[in-house]
């Protein structure tokens, strides 16, 4: 059964940084894809960063410089540290991967950023 739990959500000001991690159990990590979305209040979902089995990331322009995916393979671990951040940012962030050509999510873990 896939599984992912994400953590590290919580209330910041503009300028501030947080440190998301997710927790993944059932897929073969080490050769999995796996992306961080977000989804704001009254948008739709949209992706933030990936990371491939090799490590290569992908970032959506708005984060591009102030976020960073990194992952662990041997704790099947998945991070995303975001500094610089706006209010623009605030939304829930989810965990995802494919596999057998379905999208897995786990429940988010929501980010404020208030002023």
């Known amino acids: 059964q896939v599984q992912f739990v994400e953590s590290g959500g919580g209330l910041v000001q503009p300028g501030g940084s947080l440190r998301l991690s997710c927790a993944a159990s059932?897929?073969?990590?080490?050769?999995?894809?796996m992306g961080w979305y977000r989804q704001a209040p009254g948008k739709q979902r949209e992706a933030v960063a990936s990371i491939l089995s090799g490590s290569t990331t992908n970032y959506a322009d708005s984060v591009k410089g102030r976020f960073t995916i990194s992952r662990d393979n041997a704790k099947n671990m998945v991070y995303l540290q975001m500094n610089n951040l706006q209010p623009a940012d605030t939304a829930v962030y989810y965990c995802?991967?494919?596999?057998?050509?379905?999208?897995?999510w786990g429940k988010g873990t929501t980010v404020t950023v208030f002023s």
């Open positions: 995802n991967t494919m596999s057998g050509g379905r999208a897995y």
């Open positions: 059932g897929i073969n990590f080490r050769f999995s894809t």
